[in-house]
């Protein structure tokens, strides 16, 4: 069964084209991963899925209600993560989840259930009395992440969850995704820009630049996309740019890069070794190791779009 069906969205901010006719389809149970870099339109998607920006176009349909036409009855589906933290500093993390718990309509029993429910789904239990302005910044994150929780939402939107924060808290993160996954079958998005929290959690992967679909499917298919390829690195002293000039002739590279006195070599299934060996032999080169990688998803995106994923903090 589909949760969540996108279909053609577009959305320009004044002239901008911010989203160029997305469309995609998350199954129920499904962890969803959205990549992409800063600015290209992730959270703008988020937004509209949840229906917190209209689009101009397209149609968005979150367990067969239709965003638009039924908004109550999708958003009520939904918990949604925003990136910003959505806390009250001055009052304790279970007053907190109470009074989120409160707009979702929880009241007396059920409401104290769910708040030690949540704490306790991220980590927090021992912490409920501790003022919010105390916590650290990933303690914050997990309990926006409670929040969005508290009414069992069948579907939870995660929107860069683990910029900025601590290791141990992006583990918590991490564990809480794939229990809360397992045990309630939630349907999960989990918006990133960093490749391998995407290649550990998810399973189906929209990859997305300024606006646009870049590539869309399993991880095993994305990597069949490029999978004739491999990733050759030659470690080496000497005129590396002319070796790099002359590298770059041959039909069967990619791409090419330096880094220190290491090239990196993304090739085609064309790639004869002894060929490259002796165009290596020509040059005025002393070839300290040769070795030949495995395709990740980082190198993936890099080969269909060009680029490096940018990092938030660079
Ligand atoms: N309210 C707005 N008005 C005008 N432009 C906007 C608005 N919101 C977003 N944009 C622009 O839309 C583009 C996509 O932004 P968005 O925040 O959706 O990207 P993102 O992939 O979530 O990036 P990040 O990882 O930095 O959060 C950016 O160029 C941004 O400047």
Redesign the pocket.
């Known amino acids: 069964m589909n949760m969540i069906e996108v279909n053609n969205i577009t959305k320009r901010?004044?002239d901008?084209l911010?989203l160029d006719n997305v469309s995609f389809k998350i199954e129920k149970g499904e962890i969803f991963g959205l990549l992409?870099?800063?600015?290209?339109?992730?959270?703008?998607?988020m937004n509209t899925i949840v229906g917190l920006i209209k689009m101009d176009k397209g149609e968005i349909i979150v367990g067969g209600h239709d965003i638009n036409k039924e908004s109550v009855k999708a958003r009520s589906m939904i918990g949604l993560v925003p990136?910003e933290i959505a806390l009250f500093e001055g009052l304790n993390a279970r007053d907190n989840l109470e009074y989120w718990g409160g707009l979702y309509g929880l009241k007396g029993k059920l409401l104290k259930e769910r708040v030690e429910e949540a704490l306790d789904m991220v980590a927090l239990a021992d912490q409920g009395k501790k003022l919010v302005k105390a916590y650290s910044g990933g303690m914050k994150r997990r309990l926006n992440i409670a929040a969005a929780m508290l009414h069992h939402p069948e579907i939870i939107i995660m929107?860069?969850p683990t910029v900025g924060i601590d290791p141990q808290s992006r583990n918590y993160i991490f564990e809480m995704i794939q229990k809360i996954n397992k045990e309630r079958n939630t349907t999960i998005i989990y918006?990133s820009?960093y490749m391998e929290e995407i290649e550990l959690l998810c399973n189906n992967i929209f990859i997305m630049d300024l606006?646009k679909e870049i590539a869309y499917g399993t991880k095993a298919e994305l990597k069949r996309m490029v999978q004739s390829d491999k990733i050759i690195n030659i470690k080496a002293k000497g005129n590396l740019d002319m070796l790099m000039l002359e590298l770059k002739k041959l039909n069967s590279v990619r791409k090419i890069d330096v880094e220190e006195n290491i090239i990196k070599i993304v090739c085609n299934e064309k790639m004869n070794l002894n060929q490259l060996l002796i165009e290596v032999s020509k040059q005025n080169v002393e070839v300290k190791n040769i070795s030949v990688e495995e395709i990740s998803l980082e190198e993936v995106f890099l080969t269909l779009t060009g680029k490096r994923l940018r990092d938030?903090e660079a």
Not at 36 to 45: C, E, I
Request: glycine fraction near 20%; hydrophobic fraction near 20%; aromatic fraction near 4%.
């Open positions: 901010f004044n901008k911010v992409g870099p800063n600015g290209a339109g992730k959270s703008t998607l990136q929107d860069e918006t820009h606006g938030k």
